[in-house]
């Protein structure tokens, strides 16, 4: 019997079997399009829509997708997104050309080339002490304006119930954020050779976004299906930091955050992590995610399906795994179709998974090939 798509993807997330695998495309940052494929999915299927940014952040670079095109993707989930401050998209706005563009952290990207930009203004990139850590500006994440519209948004959602509602609060989150504070080279040393300064730092931001959250989840109220947070931990071939770093640092700032999200909503946990981070997944099922997302096949011992899907099949659901690196970029329509026939064959047995590309689609990505992908869902992922 057909599902809607919010029934659709409940039934994946309390890990029963759906009509067809669900698709997550166009929902958030991690999970978006590019403008340029943007533009190139809506010419192709004949839609007029304007041309906007996910958290109206033309920097950022991901398309807000309008409706008509979601549809059109056969995406079974809407993002529910917050906002920066009023008058830190007017700054922007306002700014010079090619110059910075700035969040409210006070960290900011540079354009490397012609429309390309690049985390690049790290305000704590020289800080070694915690009195530069309390005597920093940081932001104010009671600023009703960053969540006056999620009410709304949320309910209007819910009203319709026909997709799922994925909660998408744009924060970096503590790693990430350290990253954009300091620098990635700098706050890696930190934590190796400063742990007490390493310890300071993603406190002070984890409770910054615990804050933001609350108010978020607040908001939302009861209407979310899924939550997404997230902190990329994974290169191509290894892990950014050893497992046993990431234990005794990091992993305790996760577990936190997770635990105040999960004692305040219902929503499933949908966790994002770039990379091989395939010997910390046990560590995730412990800290009670549910969603893991974008499987990079690409990257190390991520490409081996099988082993995923038999050891925490039964334990997480799993979000990704359609290579943005080789396939959707320089495959064929044909080869594209060809692996999302074969990742659902492996990741989809019996449920537990939902496609998506690994990470935001990029800009050399062709349409014709992202309407492969979510073509091939609907030949190849009915149960």
């Known amino acids: 019997m057909s599902m809607t798509s919010r029934e659709r993807v409940k039934a994946v997330l309390d890990h029963k079997l759906p009509d067809r695998v669900p698709v997550i495309l166009g929902v958030s940052n991690a999970t978006g399009i590019k403008m340029k494929p943007y533009q190139g999915v809506k010419k192709l299927a004949g839609i007029t829509a304007p041309d906007e940014y996910i958290y109206d952040w033309p920097e950022l670079g991901t398309a807000r997708i309008d409706e008509q095109t979601m549809q059109r993707l056969h995406s079974d989930v809407r993002g529910l997104l917050d906002r920066e401050p009023l008058e830190i998209g007017e700054k922007n706005k306002v700014r010079a050309p090619h110059a910075p563009c700035m969040d409210s952290w006070g960290s900011g990207q540079k354009e490397i080339e012609d429309g390309v930009w690049y985390p690049g203004i790290h305000p704590l990139a020289d800080a070694t002490t915690i009195e530069a850590i309390e005597d920093y500006p940081w932001p104010d994440m009671d600023d009703p304006y960053r969540v006056a519209l999620v009410k709304e948004q949320a309910r209007k959602l819910a009203q319709e119930n026909q997709y799922a509602i994925m909660g998408t609060p744009w924060l970096l989150f503590p790693f990430e954020r350290a990253f954009a504070m300091q620098g990635m080279d700098k706050f890696l040393l930190n934590m190796a050779m400063s742990p007490d300064f390493a310890k300071a730092l993603l406190r002070k931001i984890t409770d910054l976004c615990k804050t933001l959250m ?11 299906d899924i939550i997404k947070i997230g902190d990329d931990l994974g290169t191509q ?68 399906l099988s082993e995923l899907k038999e050891r925490y099949g039964d334990d997480i659901v799993f979000c990704g795994a359609i290579d943005t690196q080789r396939i ?19 990741l989809g047995e019996g449920g537990g998974y939902m496609v998506a590309s690994v990470h935001t689609i990029m ?20 149960y």
């Open 237 to 304: 071939e290894k892990l950014m930091i050893s497992p046993r770093m990431y234990r005794q640092i990091l992993k305790p700032f996760h577990a936190e955050f997770i635990e105040f999200i999960k004692a305040r909503t219902k929503a499933k946990v949908f966790f994002h992590t770039d990379g091989d981070v395939f010997d910390l997944i046990e560590d995730f099922v412990e800290m009670g995610v549910d969603i893991l997302n974008p499987i990079q096949t690409s990257a190390g011992k991520m490409a081996n």
């Open 328 to 346: 959707l970029p320089y495959g064929t329509p044909q080869e594209v179709k060809e692996e999302v026939k074969r990742v659902i064959s492996i």
């Open 214 to 224: 609350g108010h978020f989840l607040d908001e939302a109220g009861d209407d979310l």
């Open 363 to 382: 800009s050399e990505v062709p349409p014709e090939n992202i309407l492969a992908m979510v073509d091939a869902v609907e030949e190849f992922g009915h």
